[in-house]
């Protein structure tokens, strides 16, 4: 956002106020809401270091302080929306009722606003736009195809279904990730003790005998040194350096775009996210379609809801593509996304008037090929896992034990 310096005039005196805004049509509807007076000038100008300091402390403290909604909360009052609509109870009602019986102190916030904004006549998904951290891009664009349709109860459900599935997947991530990740931190506290603790006997014993110590002893006592020293600072260290990249990934969509990047690069993950977001992008596309919207505003609403910026981008082309009169299927097969299988199911699609249908099956073949990852997740992280392990194992063994089988050779030879 841009920073702006206002004038206004208001009784008799001229004030100078400072805004952040997108361009001055945005400046002078804020100023409107917010101030009594006249608007003289509105000046763009660079933001001054003060209030560059004062944004920053806000947006960081911010972002830690924000908490995503419980997604079971999330799904239970999705689909407890979803019954009150289609009993015909009035949606401002509705969510003020959820956020009355909730225990979940973000879901209260976020739907006590929402039952706010409802009664002074904004849409529940322009609402809903102001709490995208906490709802999620899918929550939204199926309520805005509920609202299109005017089939807003079976969204819901249909939603509810599917962070029901992403939650699923989600638990069945965390049970492959659990014994690895176990395995992991024992050996870390394993590998700890021992250079805290057993490595500096063995330094002590290693310097009175000034012996000629070999390479891998050399690195366990340089470790130990390091670890010893520095220990707490390195922990601070990482801890400042994570959290001022998440501020930095959140708040800055060139680095945001930079991260996702190496994400896709990244050996196991870049198949997670790959998967996962074509499973949802032709999920969330099929159902648009099938419900009558028509393929530009149903392509607008489901790449709004992708969170993987490059991904995002390629993506966004096919909408270009389908604008400029390009039949669907080859604006897919331009971004390379899609397997040639793919392309040619949608371009049957296409030509039958079973579009919906197809993208469906689409759909429910990367949904098929995201749980096989996910199924076989514990596997193909197990021989990075035996690589490390082995390679601490081998560090420590060789380490402390080369050292004495050259002073017993030593001790051997002289006799």
């Known amino acids: ?84 609509t289609n009993a015909g ?20 916030l976020v739907f006590s606003k929402l039952a706010e904004d409802i009664n002074s006549g904004h849409s529940l998904s322009k609402s809903m736009e102001n709490f995208n951290f906490e709802l999620g891009h899918l929550t939204i664009a199926m309520v805005q195809l509920g609202e299109k349709t005017g089939n807003l109860d079976e969204s819901l459900y249909s939603l509810a279904d599917m962070l029901e599935e992403i939650r699923a997947n989600y638990i069945k991530f965390k049970k492959a990730m659990a014994y690895p990740r176990n395995v992991m931190i024992a050996m870390a506290v394993a590998f700890t003790i021992l250079i805290s603790y057993v490595v500096p006997n063995f330094k002590e014993m290693f310097e009175k005998l000034n012996a000629e110590l070999p390479l891998p002893t050399l690195i366990l006592l340089k470790l130990e040194h390091i670890f010893n020293t520095y220990g707490l600072y390195i922990l601070a260290l990482l801890f400042i350096s994570f959290a001022v990249l998440k501020y930095l990934i959140d708040n800055y969509k060139n680095i945001r775009y930079g991260w996702h990047e190496i994400l896709l690069k990244t050996y196991l993950i870049k198949n997670i ?6 499973s949802r992008f032709t999920l969330v596309f099929s159902e648009l379609v099938r ?47 899609f397997e040639n299988m793919i392309i040619q199911m949608i371009s049957a699609g296409e030509d039958s008037g079973t579009l ?40 420590l063994a060789l380490g402390i034990f080369l050292p004495m089988w050259d002073m017993g050779n030593a001790v051997t030879g002289a006799r």
């Open 1 to 84: 956002m841009k920073y702006f310096v206002v004038t206004i005039l208001s009784k008799g005196k001229k004030e100078h106020i400072g805004m952040y805004a997108n361009d001055r049509k945005q400046v002078n509807e804020l100023v409107k809401l917010k101030r009594s007076g006249i608007v003289l000038k509105i000046t763009e100008e660079q933001e001054p270091l003060e209030a560059q300091l004062k944004r920053f402390k806000t947006n960081f403290f911010s972002n830690i302080k924000k908490r995503k909604i419980k997604p079971d909360a999330l799904i239970a009052s999705i689909r407890q929306l979803a019954v009150m």
């Open 89 to 108: 109870i009035s949606i401002y009602d509705s969510l003020s009722e959820i956020a009355k019986s909730t225990t979940d102190e973000s879901l209260k």
């Open 273 to 278: 996210i790959m998967y996962s977001t074509l």
């Open 291 to 337: 419900a009558g919207i028509p393929i530009l505003e149903a392509l607008d609403t489901t790449i709004a809801m992708i969170d993987n910026l490059p991904l995002k981008a390629k993506l966004s082309s096919v909408r270009v593509a389908v604008e400029k009169g390009s039949a669907l299927h080859k604006g897919l097969k331009e971004t390379k996304l």
């Open 356 to 395: 919906d249908n197809m993208v469906k099956k689409v759909a429910q073949y990367y949904k098929m090929k995201f749980d096989a990852i996910i199924d076989g997740l514990s596997e193909a992280i197990e021989p990075i896992m035996l690589l490390i392990l082995a390679s601490m194992v081998i560090l």
